[in-house]
């Protein structure tokens, strides 16, 4: 059955539908703030009970940086503040776009600066979406039933919209274009830094054998060992003065 607003049938389960309401929007998301407020010590408990509550909360935090794990709150409280917000105003069109697109363009700033997610080609997406959707909804004011007066605001408005989603756009691919080239700098330190670990690895093998051998004459040693084996000894002290003495040692000899 139809029930009339503002009637008596309607303020009896107005209390209930306030009450609903409150539970399931901010009682759903103040659970979500406590438990990732919590997360960095849940993840961390022993006995796999971190591993446990790890996938319990992975739809939360599994698509963002780590230092961002707390990005699924943003979202959420955007989605929220776009669904809660516009309701205030029930009658007026312009108010409703003109606040929707004022939550899009902070957020669009949040989501410039954070750069949360893992890869950085869904911030440059997620950041190119968002752009799109201000200038619709800042567009969209244009159609709507406003005063003459409120023209020269609703085109401030407009063009304040489009300057931060292209500024914020650029701020994405320049940060996305520096974290490329960053990353491409620490693949080589590792490259080079696994090159560094096998040869030490054969330094550590000529010590021991050195070692075991302390007691004799080195000349005598070298004599008798294989041609590949001396090759490979004398190739890694050659890596040594290399690494440690830039090439003097063997100079001076």
């Not at 209930?16 to 961390?44: D, Q, S």
């Not at 319990?56 to 780590?66: K, P, S």
């Not at 490259?191 to 075991?212: E, N």
């Not at 590949?228 to 003495?245: K, M, P």
Request: one cysteine or more; charged letters at 15%.
């Amino acid at each position: 059955a139809d029930v009339l607003c503002y009637s008596t049938e309607w303020y009896e389960v107005l209390p209930i539908a306030i009450a609903a309401c409150l539970l399931y929007v901010v009682g759903v998301y103040l659970v979500f703030c406590f438990l990732l407020w919590r997360a960095p010590v849940l993840f961390m408990l022993p006995d796999g009970v971190g591993v446990s509550w790890q996938i319990r909360l992975r739809f939360l935090v599994e698509n963002f940086r780590a230092s961002r794990y707390w990005w699924g709150l943003a979202q959420l409280m955007r989605d929220v503040m776009l669904i809660a917000l516009p309701r205030a105003f029930p009658s007026d069109g312009f108010v409703q776009l003109a606040v929707s697109a004022a939550v899009v363009l902070c957020n669009l700033v949040m989501l410039s600066v954070a750069s949360p997610w893992n890869s950085t080609w869904n911030n440059v997406v997620d950041i190119l979406l968002e752009c799109c959707l201000a200038y619709i909804l800042l567009l969209g004011t244009f159609y709507t039933e406003h005063h003459e007066a409120q023209r020269p605001l609703v085109t401030g408005i407009l063009a304040f919209g489009s300057l931060v989603a292209v500024i914020g756009f650029g701020v994405v691919l320049t940060i996305a274009a520096y974290r490329a080239v960053l990353n491409t700098q620490v693949s080589q330190q590792k490259v080079k830094r696994q090159k560094l670990a096998s040869r030490l690895h054969i330094v550590r093998k000529i010590a021991l054998t050195v070692s075991q051998v302390a007691q004799e004459d080195l000349v005598d040693f070298f004599s008798v060992l294989q041609p590949g084996d001396r090759r490979d000894l004398l190739a890694a002290f050659e890596v040594i003065d290399s690494d440690l003495f830039e090439g003097r040692f063997f100079a001076s000899q």
